[in-house]
């Protein structure tokens, strides 16, 4: 079984937005693709085995439950990968990613309230002794990054 695999490309397809909401998914899922649950379960995990998917879950709005921001910082080349290791070691980070810019490591930090969020930015930033630069969402924009992966 590949990543590019019929039934990963359709579960991907079918489940970027939409993940049914019963106490059985997968069996939903399986149902929705015409396969087995046993074999929906080992493509999702052999997609995430090799970083063709990073997670599976809900995708809340800002603001719904807890708090969150975006944050940049600005790093040495030479430490990038370093401190993106150390900021993904959170589990309040859900992503991180590099930008062509001076602030050049991203990521967004989710927590229950915003003390958490104040906790885990001051946590990174003691460690790396590099500042972070702290973007709470000020309007809310929709955008929907589903892409069709149905090629064949």
Do not use: C
């Not at 489940?15 to 059985?24: H, S, V």
């Not at 990968?81 to 980070?93: F, L, N, R």
């Not at 906790?119 to 589903?146: C, F, K, N, Q, S």
């Amino acid at each position: 079984m590949k990543p590019q695999s019929r039934l990963a490309r359709a579960l991907i397809d079918r489940f970027q937005r939409d993940m049914p909401l019963e106490p059985r998914p997968f069996d939903a899922m399986a149902r929705a693709v015409d396969s087995t649950p046993a074999d929906v379960l080992a493509t999702l995990g052999e997609m995430q085995e090799t970083g063709t998917l990073s997670r599976i879950g809900a995708v809340v709005p800002p603001g719904v439950l807890g708090a969150s921001t975006l944050a940049a910082m600005e790093v040495p080349e030479e430490r990038l990968d370093e401190v993106a290791d150390h900021v993904s070691t959170y589990a309040e980070v859900n992503h991180n990613y590099e930008r062509e810019h001076a602030l050049n490591l991203w990521f967004v930090v989710t927590a229950a309230d915003r003390r958490g969020v104040d906790d885990v930015l001051a946590r990174i930033e003691r460690h790396t002794g590099l500042a972070v630069l702290d973007l709470p969402l000020e309007r809310a924009y929709r955008i929907d990054l589903g892409f069709d992966v149905s090629w064949s």
